[in-house]
């Protein structure tokens, strides 16, 4: 454990949507500063994930079923022994027809539905589920929105788009709330970034940034980090973007 926590104990990050792209970074990320990472997926854990204790505190959950969302909260509580210092709602679905984006016309409301309860509903369950242990380690929520919360994204979704403005609203409501417990709580609004999930015409997009590449899971996770870390101990309610100046 590094020796600037040697004199504290150990932090708990509890992590959704780990397996793969920024949320596998943050794992990463987090793990090395001698966190104790708790993640959530729908997934099993796989068993070639680097991390310490990873199949331990690894929660298989369907964040799309509100009912075992609750059970998982349920069992994450009585993981944490009371104190839960960052919360990242990481986890988002962004579904597609044959490839291409579905539009507010094309999409039905079970998508809709869908979509909302994964990247909206999921995240306000977990934080009012867990906010006695949040308070007790004034601890930090960390939403990921994105780029096509605030611009028609030729990727992205119209139910996803949506969902992730509800969600950069929502953190501004809940910086209301939550901070009067000391619980502070921030959004990062990620562009193109370099994952396997990257959509074809995306080379032509990059083009149209100003810093002309693709940002990396790894700098996506170095901001997280920082926004559960006391370098951001005054940053509230705030809405960073991650996008090489795509939002310019």
């Known amino acids: 454990m590094p020796t600037s926590q040697s004199n504290q104990p150990r932090r708990t990050l509890l992590l959704t949507g780990a397996s793969r792209g920024i949320g596998h970074a943050t794992v990463k990320r987090f793990q090395a500063a001698g966190w104790r990472v708790i993640t959530c997926s729908r997934h099993p854990f796989p068993e070639n994930c680097p991390w310490e204790a990873g199949p331990e505190d690894h929660i298989q959950v369907d964040l799309s079923n509100a009912d075992d969302t609750t059970r998982a909260i349920a069992d994450i509580r009585n993981r944490l022994h009371g104190e839960l210092h960052a919360l990242v709602n990481n986890a988002g679905i962004s579904p597609k027809l044959n490839g291409a984006r579905l539009s507010s016309i094309a ?49 992205a979704g119209a139910a996803y788009a949506t969902s992730k403005a509800a969600l950069a609203a929502l953190t501004r409501e809940m910086a209301a709330d939550f901070g009067p417990l000391g619980i502070r709580v921030n959004a990062i609004a990620p562009g193109e970034i370099d994952t396997a999930i990257l959509s074809p015409g995306t080379k032509a997009l990059v083009e149209q940034i100003p810093l002309h590449r693709l940002g990396t899971t790894d700098e996506v996770a170095k901001i997280i980090y920082v926004l559960c870390t006391e370098t951001s101990s005054y940053v509230h309610g705030a809405e960073i973007h991650i996008n090489g100046g795509q939002h310019v």
């Open 107 to 155: 999409t039905n409301l079970d998508v809709w539905q869908h979509v909302f309860q994964v990247n909206f509903f999921a995240p306000i369950m977990l934080a009012r589920g867990l906010v006695e242990e949040l308070r007790a380690a004034k601890g930090s929520i960390v939403n990921v929105t994105s780029i096509a919360g605030s611009r028609v994204h030729p990727f």
